[in-house]
C-alpha cells in the first residue's frame, strides 16, 4: 500500500515537473526564435518579419497553452494544452536547430550537425530550468493565497490565484511607500557617488598638487573598508549626529566611492593631454575641459559606473537594516524580512513585494543589456 | 631688462597657476575626501579603540583593557565559531558557484540562433538582491513553507538541521550570483581568440582537450578576479542569512558579519565586537592583497 502511494506520488511529481518543463519549452523556444530574428538587423526585413511574427504567434500559443495546464487545469485541457506547448516547443527548435543562415543567406545542414544542435538546445533549455525554476515558484508563491497553496499539497502550479497580489502589496502593504524611499536613497547615492567621483578623478587624471601619490593611496584603501568592518562605529556616529531613520542616514556615508574614482580616472588617462593643452590656448579652464570633453569623451565608463552604483545602492541591505528602527525608515529589501521571518499569513503579499523589488532591476537588464552584461 | 622682467613675471604667473591647480584639485577632492574621512577612517579608528576597552551594559564609559582583550576574544568560541561559518559558507558558495557559471558560459558561448535568449536567461539572477533571492529560496527550502522541504534533496540543505542549515543558506548566494559569474566568465571565454581554437582543432585537440589546455589557461586570470570578488562576497553575508535562518539552529549559521550586527545591540559587547570586526578587517586586507598582485600580474600579461 505504501509503495503503492509513494509510486503514485512520484509519478505525480514526475508528471507534474514533466508538464513545466513542456510548458517552459513551449513558450521559451518560440521566444528565443523571435528574439533571434529580432536581432540580426542586418538581415533583409521580407525574410525577418515572417519568422519574428509567427515566433511571437507561437509565444502566444505556448503562453495560452501553459496557463491552460496550469490555471484551467481540468482533465481534458491538460491534454489540449500539452499538445500545443509540444507543437510551438517542436516547430521552434526546428527553427533553432535546422539552418543556421534560414535569415540573411543559406547554409544547410547534415544530419549529425543538426542532431549536435538539437543536443546543444535541450543542454540549454535544461540548464535554464536551474535559473528559472525558483524564478517560477517565486511567481505562483506570490499568486497563490499561503493557507490554500499549502493545503493543496504545495504543487508546482498556482490555486486559486490572486492576481491582485501585486496591487494589494503595493497599497496595502506599502510597499509605494518602501518602493518611494528605496528610489529616494538610490537616487541621491547613484547621483552622488558620480558626481564626487568625477571630480576626484579629475584631480588624480589632470592636475599636479602636492602628496599626490599618498592621497591616493588613502583613498584606494577605503576599497578594504567595507561597511560590515566598520559597522559598530558607523552606527554609533549616525546616532550621534541625530541621523537614525532619516534620508541623510542612509546616504551621507555612500555619498563617495574609491570604485568609482579609480574606473572614471581610468577613462580620463585614456585622454591625451595634449587636448588639455589645446583646449587651454583656446581659453577653457580645467571646469569647462572637464564637463565639455573630458566627462563626454569617457561616457561609456561613466555610463557603466553609474549603473554599478545604482545596483550597489538598491540592493543594500546590511546598513539600512542597522540604522532603521521605525517601518516608515525602511527600504524595499529591509521592508521584506517582516513579511519572510513573522508572518507566515502574508506570505504572498512579502513575496509579490521581492518580486517588485526585482522589477526595477529586471527593465535595467533588458533596456540596457550592453552595460549591465 | 625687459625680457628679465619679462621671464620673471611669467615665472611668477606660473607658480601663481601651481598654487592655483592645486587649490583645485583639492577643492575637487574634498568632497569624496570628507565622507572617507567621516564614514572610512574615524570609524576605524574607533573600531581600534574600542577592541581595547570594555563598555558597561548600559552603555557608560569605558574601561581600557589593553590588547588582552584581543587575545581573549580571538581565542574564544563565539569568534572561532563565527569565523568557522564564515569559512565554511565561503567554501560552500565560491568552487560550486564557479563551477555552475563556467558551465553556463562554456555551454552559452556558441554562434547559434537564439544564444541571446539564453544568455539573457543565464544573466538574469543579477536582477536580484541578495534579500530577494532569500525570499526566492524561502520559497524553495524554508522548513514550513518551502516547495522542496519534504523531498529527498531537502536534506542536503534543511534549514533546522544544524548540520545542513548552512548550506541552505549558500545555496540561495550560489544562485544569486550565478548570473554575474556567468557574465564575466562569458566576457572572459570571448576574449579568447577563435584561430588559436582553430589551430588546436587542426592539432587534433579534442573539445575537452581544448577546453582543459587553451580555454581554461587563458581565462585563468578572470577566474582568479572572479574567485577574489565572490570570497569577498561570502565573508559579508548577512541578509541571507537573517532571512533564512536567522542564525538558527543552534547558532550554526551565525557568521562574523551576523555576529557583529546582533552585538551591536548589546552595549556590552561593544569591544569584543570590534576585536571581531578587525578580525573581519584582516581577512578583507588579504584577500584585496591578493586581489591586487591578480590584477598587476594581469597588466604584466596584457603587455
Known amino acids: 500500500m505504501e509503495t503503492e502511494l509513494f509510486a503514485a506520488s512520484v509519478g505525480a511529481v514526475g508528471l507534474g515537473f514533466g508538464a513545466v518543463v513542456l510548458a517552459f519549452l513551449g513558450v521559451a523556444l518560440p521566444v528565443a526564435m523571435a528574439t533571434d530574428a529580432w536581432d540580426r538587423k542586418d538581415a533583409p526585413s521580407e525574410r525577418r ?37 509540444a507543437i510551438t516547443a517542436t516547430v521552434g527548435l526546428a527553427y533553432l536547430a535546422t539552418r543556421q543562415q534560414l535569415v540573411g543567406g543559406v547554409e544547410p545542414s547534415s544530419n549529425a550537425q543538426i542532431l549536435s544542435r538539437l543536443g546543444t538546445y535541450a543542454f540549454l533549455c535544461l540548464l535554464s530550468l536551474l535559473i528559472l525554476f525558483p524564478v517560477w515558484m517565486t511567481f505562483i508563491r506570490a499568486l497563490s493565497g499561503p493557507r490554500a497553496y499549502i493545503d493543496a499539497g504545495q504543487p508546482l502550479r498556482w490555486i486559486e490565484p490572486e492576481w491582485d497580489v501585486f496591487s494589494r ?8 511607500g518602501r518602493t518611494l524611499l528605496s528610489v529616494a536613497v ?4 547613484t547621483v552622488g557617488q558620480v558626481l564626487t567621483s568625477v571630480l576626484a578623478a579629475y584631480a588624480f587624471a589632470f592636475l599636479r ?7 591616493f593611496a588613502l583613498f584606494m584603501a577605503t576599497l578594504m573598508l567595507p561597511i560590515e568592518v566598520t559597522l559598530v562605529p558607523n552606527i554609533l556616529f549616525v546616532r550621534d549626529l541625530g541621523w537614525l531613520n532619516s534620508i541623510q542616514g542612509l546616504t551621507v556615508p555612500f555619498l563617495a566611492t574609491a570604485l568609482g574614482t579609480f574606473l572614471i580616472r581610468q577613462g580620463f588617462m585614456g585622454i591625451p593631454r595634449d587636448l588639455l593643452d589645446a583646449s587651454q590656448l583656446d581659453g577653457y579652464g580645467h571646469a569647462s575641459f572637464l564637463f565639455r570633453v573630458a566627462a563626454p569623451l569617457t561616457r561609456p565608463v561613466i555610463a557603466s559606473f553609474t549603473v554599478i552604483s545604482f545596483l550597489g545602492a538598491w540592493n543594500q541591505y546590511l546598513w539600512p537594516r542597522a540604522i532603521t528602527t521605525e517601518g516608515d525608515w525602511n527600504t524595499i529589501q529591509i521592508a521584506l524580512r517582516s513579511f519572510v521571518t513573522s508572518n507566515p499569513e502574508a506570505l504572498n503579499l512579502g513575496v509579490a513585494g521581492a518580486i517588485l523589488a526585482a522589477i526595477p532591476i529586471l527593465v535595467l537588464l533588458l533596456v540596457d543589456r550592453k552595460s549591465v552584461v | 631688462m625687459t625680457a628679465q622682467l619679462g621671464s620673471d613675471v611669467e615665472g611668477r604667473t606660473l607658480a601663481s597657476g601651481r598654487v592655483k591647480e592645486a587649490f583645485l584639485a583639492y577643492g575637487f577632492l574634498l568632497p569624496s575626501a570628507l565622507v ?6 574615524y570609524p576605524l579608528g574607533r573600531l581600534v579603540w574600542f577592541s581595547l576597552n570594555r563598555q558597561d551594559r ?10 588582552g582583550q584581543w587575545g581573549d576574544v580571538l581565542s574564544s568560541t563565539d569568534f572561532l565559531d563565527g569565523l568557522k561559518h564564515t569559512l565554511l559558507f565561503v567554501l560552500y558558495t565560491v568552487p560550486l558557484g564557479l563551477v555552475l557559471g563556467v558551465l553556463l558560459a562554456v555551454a552559452a558561448n556558441r554562434k547559434i540562433r537564439g544564444i541571446k535568449f539564453f544568455h539573457t536567461v543565464f544573466s538574469s539572477t543579477i536582477a536580484t538582491s541578495v534579500a530577494v533571492a532569500s525570499v526566492v529560496f524561502v520559497v524553495l527550502i524554508n522548513p514550513k513553507v518551502g516547495y522542496l522541504a519534504d523531498t529527498w534533496v531537502a536534506q542536503f540543505f534543511d534549514l533546522s ?9 549558500a545555496l540561495s548566494s550560489v544562485w544569486q550570483n550565478l548570473g554575474l559569474t556567468f557574465i564575466i566568465v562569458l566576457a572572459g571565454l570571448q576574449a579568447v581568440p577563435e584561430e588559436l581554437m582553430e589551430a588546436a582543432k587542426l592539432d587534433g585537440y579534442n573539445s575537452v582537450q581544448r577546453f582543459f589546455r587553451i580555454t581554461l589557461p587563458l581565462i585563468s586570470p578572470t577566474l582568479m578576479f572572479l574567485v577574489v570578488v565572490l570570497v569577498v562576497f561570502g565573508f559579508q553575508a548577512f541578509a541571507q542569512v537573517e532571512l533564512l535562518t536567522n542564525g538558527t539552529p543552534a547558532g550554526r549559521t551565525e557568521t562574523l558579519v551576523f555576529k557583529i550586527f546582533t552585538d551591536s545591540q548589546d552595549p556590552a559587547k561593544l569591544g569584543p565586537s570590534s576585536v571581531m570586526a578587525l578580525g573581519l578587517f584582516v581577512l578583507t586586507v588579504v584577500v584585496s592583497a591578493f586581489q591586487f598582485i591578480i590584477l598587476s600580474r594581469r597588466v604584466h600579461y596584457g603587455n
Open chain 2, 36 to 41: 572617507f574621512a567621516a564614514f572610512f577612517f
Open chain 1, 186 to 189: 538610490t537616487s541621491v547615492i
Open chain 1, 209 to 215: 598638487f602636492p602628496f599626490k601619490r599618498v592621497i
Open chain 1, 49 to 85: 518579419t515572417p519568422v519574428i511574427a509567427i515566433g511571437a504567434v507561437l509565444t502566444l500559443v505556448g503562453a495560452i497553452a501553459a496557463i491552460n495546464e496550469f490555471w484551467l487545469a481540468t482533465d481534458n485541457r491538460w491534454a489540449v494544452g500539452f499538445i500545443a506547448s
Open chain 2, 161 to 169: 538541521d544544524p548540520d545542513a542549515a548552512l548550506r541552505g543558506v
Open chain 1, 169 to 176: 502589496a503595493w497599497s496595502q502593504a506599502d510597499f509605494s
Open chain 2, 58 to 67: 548600559f552603555g557608560r564609559g569605558l574601561t581600557y583593557e589593553g590588547f
